[in-house]
Nanobody, 127 residues
Framework: QVQLVESGGGLVQAGGSLRLSCAAS????????MGWFRQAPGKEREFVAT????????YYADSMKGRFTISRDNAKNTVYLQMNSLKPEDTAIYYC????????????????????WGQGTQVTVSS
């Protein structure tokens, strides 16, 4: 079973950038499509981005398109979220999640479809 550990969060000024990483243990990382979600204080968890098993397909929430990029390196068992042009409203705890996928190019924006979750990493964007 895969275990997930996020890193790369921190405090950044508006307009800045951060790169989040999610390292997965285990030998079956390439069997999972991956997603990033976030949860701000007092708000529900929301979808950010997802990537298929082979990295060939990606999908973003509308508010993240053009600013965030999800990628993965299956040789390193790691998925990344590059976040540019950050805004104060991007402040949240960011979670990565893994979804066991039979199809190499499938992905999901639904958090209920994910099997495994990391502990989260805090991102704070100051104005």
């Amino acid at each position: 079973q895969v275990q997930l550990v996020e890193s790369g969060g921190g405090l950044v000024q508006a307009g800045g950038s951060l790169r989040l990483s999610c390292a997965a243990s285990g030998r079956t990382f390439s069997s999972y499509s991956m997603g990033w979600f976030r949860q701000a204080p007092g708000k529900e968890r929301e979808f950010v981005a997802t990537i298929s098993r082979n990295g060939g397909s990606t999908y973003y929430a509308d508010s993240m398109k053009g600013r965030f990029t999800i990628s993965r390196d299956n040789a390193k068992n790691t998925v990344y979220l590059q976040m540019n042009s950050l805004k104060p409203e991007d402040t949240a705890i960011y979670y990565c999640a893994a979804r066991l996928s039979r199809l190499t190019n499938s992905y999901s924006a639904e958090d209920s479809s994910y099997d495994l979750w990391g502990q989260g990493t805090q991102v704070t964007v100051s104005s």
